[in-house]
């Protein structure tokens, strides 16, 4: 039987509310999924209650109604909530949770998966900030060549035309095109390395459709930038999207 009764806290001293307040940054999907899966996960909403209305929880959130849509929608699709039609409907959280990646029951596709630390988390997304920011800032401060600006552009076509079993392919392909750029021949290796385990953590996340709408559009801000030559907006551009993944394995992962 549905409740009817929006969620109360179920541990003592902490509020449903304690991380529902207005996300930053350029983000807000990513966020909006971390914020609410942070929610879940740590029982601030217990399995099977209610979430604040979609009007309320919005303006909690700072975020658009699409916004939180869309974020509500994907956690629905990888298993964390249910929405239900009715007098009594809304959004509720999953009786039964997804199991961690690091669990015997595998990833969100179905994989055995080992074991992932949070220091392992830190470790690649660290590096990966270091390298690849630096890299676009530097290939937005080079000179390129018809040919490279044109295999840039084409790299972007790619991405953004891919569904999503090529997504991840191209969406590396285009990033160590970006390192290549930068002009450093010890670099690409480097970054290689980064994205093979990259890959592997996002591999134990569900791929997002609004994040992946989202990256393409980042991956133009960027490539526009290194085309353009402007190595501060590259840079820029290459953070905030470096951001948005970091918060969906953190949501996930951690």
């Known amino acids: 039987m549905s409740r009817q009764s929006s969620a109360t806290p179920p541990t003592a001293g902490l509020s449903s509310d ?16 971390q914020r609410l899966l942070q929610t879940v996960r740590l029982g ?3 399995p099977g209650d209610r979430l604040p209305a979609e009007r309320e929880l919005a303006t909690q959130l700072g975020v658009s109604r699409d916004t939180l849509r869309e974020a509500i929608g994907s956690l629905a699709g990888a298993g964390y909530l249910i929405s239900r039609r009715g007098r ?10 997804p199991s961690p990646p690091d669990m015997a029951a595998g990833t969100p596709t179905g994989a055995a998966h080992r074991s992932i630390t949070a ?3 830190d470790d690649v997304l660290t590096l990966r900030d270091i390298l690849e ?4 800032r530097v290939a937005a401060g080079r000179v390129l060549s018809p040919p490279e600006r044109e295999l840039l552009w084409s790299s972007l076509g790619a ?9 991840r392919r191209v ?3 285009l990033h160590l095109y970006i390192g290549e750029l930068a002009g450093s021949p010890s670099l690409v290796p480097m970054l290689a390395d980064v994205r093979m385990r990259l890959n592997e953590l996002l591999d134990a996340i569900p791929l997002l459709a609004p994040n992946i709408a989202h990256s393409n559009q980042q991956h133009e801000q960027i490539v526009i930038a290194i085309l353009t030559g402007r190595p501060d907006a590259a840079a820029e551009a290459m953070r905030e999207h470096l951001s948005g993944t970091a918060l969906l394995l953190r949501g996930f992962l951690e």
């Open 133 to 136: 920011v630096g890299a676009a």
């Open 18 to 33: 304690l991380l529902l307040g207005p996300v930053s940054g350029t983000n807000t999907f990513e966020e909006t999924v």
């Open 171 to 173: 969406d590396s392909r």
């Open 88 to 97: 009594y409907g809304g959004t509720f959280v999953s009786d039964a949770l």
């Open 119 to 121: 220091a392992e988390i």
């Open 44 to 46: 601030l909403i217990a």
């Open 159 to 167: 991405a953004a035309d891919a569904d999503a079993d090529e997504y």
